[in-house]
């Protein structure tokens, strides 16, 4: 998997602690219609009680990423899900979608269904409920929450058509803005 991943996604960062490796993401920078995108196909955090603060970093350094390349431009990020744990690497962005209580509109599924055509899973992708069926972990976030028990149960009902038996997963985006982008985006000096 990681050997396709080096191949199929053109950025790479890792995430140490004490020079041991607690996660790593791969990742493009692109534009898709003109709209400046962040792609996340892979990204997993080791189960530690530092992995909030390594998914920080590691979308910290996307953010950076994105700031360096769409200066002054609002960006939309994408990625796979399998977990609802794993949503917290979208805490930061804005008009998440799915979301609970939120019906998506036109552009919001079209959203959908452009991220599911790059991802190479468009034929088993369900554009009213953002899921794929089948054969869609190829790439994903793997995190596991340290507050997983926080998570409502309207969030955990959005991932409750994913089946993870047939490698299913829940396409999901939303939207930083570029005031946001440059918070976000601005390296922490350690």
């Known amino acids: 998997m990681l050997s396709k991943a080096k191949e199929d996604w053109v950025l790479a960062a890792t995430a140490r602690i004490d020079d041991k490796l607690h996660g790593f993401s791969f990742s493009t920078l ?8 962040v792609l996340l196909g892979l990204l997993s955090v080791k189960r530690s009680s530092k992995r909030d603060s390594v998914l920080k970093s590691l979308m910290g350094e996307a953010f950076h ?3 360096m390349a769409f200066p002054d431009e609002d960006v939309v990020v994408g990625s796979r899900f399998v977990k609802p744990d794993a949503l ?28 599911a055509r790059r991802f190479g899973v468009d034929s088993t992708y369900d554009e009213q409920s953002f899921v794929v069926k089948a054969n869609g972990q190829s790439g994903f976030i793997d995190h596991e929450s340290l507050k997983a028990d926080k998570i409502g149960a309207d969030v955990r009902a959005i991932f409750g058509s994913v089946a993870p038996a047939k490698a299913g997963s829940l396409i999901a985006h939303g939207w930083t803005m570029a005031e946001d982008l440059v918070k976000l985006g601005a390296r922490q000096l350690t």
């Open 88 to 115: 917290e690497a979208f805490k930061n962005l804005d008009e998440l979608i799915p979301r609970p209580g939120h019906r998506a509109v036109g552009e919001e599924r079209a959203w959908g269904r452009r991220l």
């Open 65 to 67: 990423r994105a700031l």
């Open 30 to 37: 692109e534009r898709i219609g003109g709209t400046p995108c």
